[in-house]
């Protein structure tokens, strides 16, 4: 499949600008038929299958996709987390072959060193990177500012809300100054009240810096509110079923998502996700709910 995007969704003339002064961008990160098979118990298992995709300087990019088509693998395998079977990964034209400080990561679950301070935290990746320590403290102090937690400098993690933590997490991610930004459901387990403030927050964050995004998400809205595009991929094997370009206009803001771009995005990707299937007459696959047995004995019924 070719980089070009397939999209099914109407653009203004002005959306239709904004791609095209995108696509004159750097491509940074060039995904080139990438492949992964792992092997188990069970034989090998496909997880990627020929995936191609470009990312331009300062895009920022969500991927979707069912649970089990290979996102994960494929941001570890962009991190140099995991190996890959065939095909390659480039970074500003670098074949990618294991861990850099060109690319950070923030994963779902925290991640903070728990006996460190936050600003320790911050500082870390700064002198495994052999930053002296006083340089490493005041650019630490600078990305805190950035994500607005100069005040819990000091603080341990267990002191700080979900919300918080992934904010120590985004700047200890971007402190390296990293070409790319990998995000691996980095909201999924926060409140619903909270993931919409990081979603504003990270569009803050990324409209004031030079940082590209590639941002896999579960949730629609997530991936419609934050990205230029999204890949969207699909199981058994993981392959690109199509990339789209979103066409609500930019700054986004929550009043979108009555939009009939936003609309439009959406009832696509709900098309791709969970597409109309014909129910087979005698699906054995298919899961057949138990009939509830009774446990109780109190006499009225609840309807
Ligand atoms: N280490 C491994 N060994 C064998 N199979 C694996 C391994 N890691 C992942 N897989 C398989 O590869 C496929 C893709 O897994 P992956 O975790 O990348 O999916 P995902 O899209 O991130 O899923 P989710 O939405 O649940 O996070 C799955 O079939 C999974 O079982
Ligand atoms: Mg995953």
Known sequence: MSDQPISYLDQSDAVKARFDKLKQREVILDVKGLG???DSHQGPVTALQDINFKTHRREFVC?????GCGKSTLIRILAGLESHSSGEVLLDGQP???PGRDRGMVFQGYTLFPWLTVKKNVMFGLEVNNAGRNEAESQARQWLELVGLSKFADH???QLSGG???RVAIARALANQPRILLMDEPFGALDAQTRAKMQSHLLEIWKNIDITILFITHDLDEAIFLADRILVLKAHPGAVQELIEVPVPRPRSAMQ???PEFQATKA???????PPTEQPEHDEEAEVMPKVIRLTDVADNVE
């Not at 696509?268 to 969970?274: G, K, P």
């Open 36 to 38: 992964k098979t792992y």
């Open 63 to 67: 991927v979707i996709g069912p649970s």
């Open 96 to 98: 990618v072959n294991g």
């Open 156 to 158: 341990y993690p267990h």
């Open 164 to 166: 918080m933590k992934q």
């Open 257 to 259: 998502i009555t939009n």
């Open 268 to 274: 696509r990707l709900e098309a791709l996700i969970h």
